[in-house]
């Protein structure tokens, strides 16, 4: 089966900027995850979907940080403005949805802001 | 907000050692995973123990679920230069989403 799609890989903005990223889950699956991974860190829990409605965004910066997931498909993460401690790896991750069903990642974006 | 505690951080061994890495946690989680993570991609399931006191193994990997399920171990037999990367593990309670612990980056030598 294909994995899970991430673009871009890399992405370099100045602060204030705007930046999205966007996801592609594996096909049938309903849960559909964001992470965010600062250097050296496990990866937190930005954002959890279950198919187009949020299940949990309560670690989303929501003042700068939205997402979406239309049709329950698809997803982007938008960040406006960007600041320097946003420098990190944006990994996108989905699952059947069963509460101990395994996360299948993407390859995340690795975000740098100068 | 639950913690998971994850030791060593880092770690560096030579090729045909053992090592043992653990996850430790004042919650009780109804199940636990463990990924790896290599540089520039996502994390990738190695197993989920839900029971405590339960034992999982894969090939040269061996996980152990705490009684109390508040704590689980990770433990390879004689390491090899492809177990090298970042080990996390992450938990389920309660209603809560799963939390992940900080990783132990593993680095094996040949």
């Known amino acids: 089966e294909a994995g899970v799609a991430q673009s871009p890989r890399y992405k370099i903005i100045e602060k204030r900027q705007s930046v999205a990223f966007w996801c592609n889950p594996i096909?049938?699956?309903?849960?559909l995850y964001w992470y965010q991974q600062i250097l050296g860190q496990g990866p937190k829990l930005l954002i959890q979907f279950q198919n187009n409605g949020v299940v949990d965004d309560s670690q989303l910066p929501k003042d700068r940080f939205s997402a979406e997931r239309l049709k329950g498909v698809d997803s982007t993460l938008k960040i406006q403005p960007a600041k320097l401690e946003d420098s990190a790896v944006y990994l996108c991750?989905?699952?059947?949805?069963?509460?101990?069903?395994?996360?299948?990642f993407g390859n995340g974006t690795r975000l740098t802001v100068t | 907000t639950q913690l998971l505690e994850q030791s060593p951080q880092f770690l560096s061994i030579q090729e045909g050692e053992n090592l043992t890495v653990y996850c430790n946690s004042s919650s009780v989680f109804s199940s636990l995973q463990w990924y790896r993570q290599e540089p520039g991609e996502g994390p990738v399931l190695l197993v989920t123990v839900v029971t405590g006191g339960e034992v999982k193994k894969l090939k040269r990997l061996t996980f152990q679920f705490g009684d109390a399920r508040k704590d689980s171990s990770l433990h390879i037999t004689a390491a090899q230069p492809g177990d090298t990367g970042l080990y996390l593990c992450a938990g389920v309670s309660g209603n809560t989403p799963l939390v992940f612990g900080k990783g132990t980056r593993l680095s094996v030598i040949a």
């Open positions: 991750a989905s699952s059947l949805g069963a509460r101990r069903s395994p996360l299948h």
């Open positions: 096909s049938g699956h309903a849960t």
